[in-house]
């Protein structure tokens, strides 16, 4: 069963989900350590992360499917991996791969633009009179 999945999985990879997957963590400890590295963003970033991470693995709690559990638990190695290691440097932020978008379903499409809209609040630039006024209060 696990040369199976080794060969199922080789078939579909990429470079970047190979080198993930050669340091694939235990759920339990991902969960984790996903948890500690939100606390280098910024309180906005951490706290939609943070319910994020949170809700996904509630989801994907009860999934037996073998090939599923290593997909999901690839994926979050590989966002752990991208997690910038000072926030503060905009360059260690990088944009989402093209060929991605293509593999994606109309569900994941939907949840990212629900996502980019939520990120879009959250950094909206605040007017100089809204932070006058609220300075005053």
């Given at each position: ?6 060969r199922?999985?080789e ?12 340091a ?114």
């Amino acid at each position: 069963m696990h040369s199976t999945l080794v060969r199922l999985a080789e078939s579909v990879t990429t470079k970047h989900l190979r080198q993930a997957s050669v340091a694939l963590y235990p759920p339990i400890p991902l969960y984790r350590r996903l948890l500690r590295a939100h606390r280098r963003l910024p309180i906005e970033m951490r706290s939609l992360g943070d319910d994020y991470v949170k809700a996904e693995f509630r989801r994907h709690r009860e999934i037996t499917n073998p090939v599923h559990i290593m997909g999901f638990l690839t994926q979050w190695k590989m966002y752990l991996d991208e997690l910038p290691r000072d926030p503060s440097d905009s360059r260690s932020f990088k944009k989402l791969d093209p060929t991605v978008y293509e593999k994606m379903s109309a569900e994941q499409l939907g949840q990212l633009y629900e996502f980019m809209h939520a990120t879009k609040e959250i950094w909206k630039p605040v007017d100089g009179e809204q932070a006058q006024s609220e300075t005053k209060k």
